[in-house]
């Protein structure tokens, strides 16, 4: 199999730009697949009070929230077509706006 990698040549503006973005994205996948995996811990069989008092949501927004993050770090970490990531993404984006 062939090597599949591609070197980014930072010295330029859109390489560096490029490479950055990536790393963020990275981190930011890291911090939310983190707090997805303690969620759970959180809840109280349908009782969310917990979850929405440590993660500051609304009352009553708490399964929702999980619901949401479940779902797009799902689409995001699977073999998901790009309309679904894309949709995915947009609605959390929405929904914690």
Not at 47 to 73: I, N, R, V
């Amino acid at each position: 199999m062939a090597v599949q990698h591609i070197s980014i040549n930072r010295s330029s503006p859109h390489g560096d730009k490029l490479f950055q973005g990536l790393v963020g994205l990275e981190a930011a996948l890291t911090i939310l697949k983190d707090e997805a995996a303690c969620m759970p811990f959180m809840v109280d069989g349908n009782d969310y009070t917990y979850l929405e008092a440590q993660f500051g949501l609304p009352a009553g927004k708490g399964q929702t929230a999980k619901a949401e993050l479940d779902s797009m770090l799902s689409r995001l970490t699977t073999n998901a077509s790009v309309e679904n990531v894309a949709a995915s993404i947009q609605q959390v984006f929405n929904f914690f706006a």
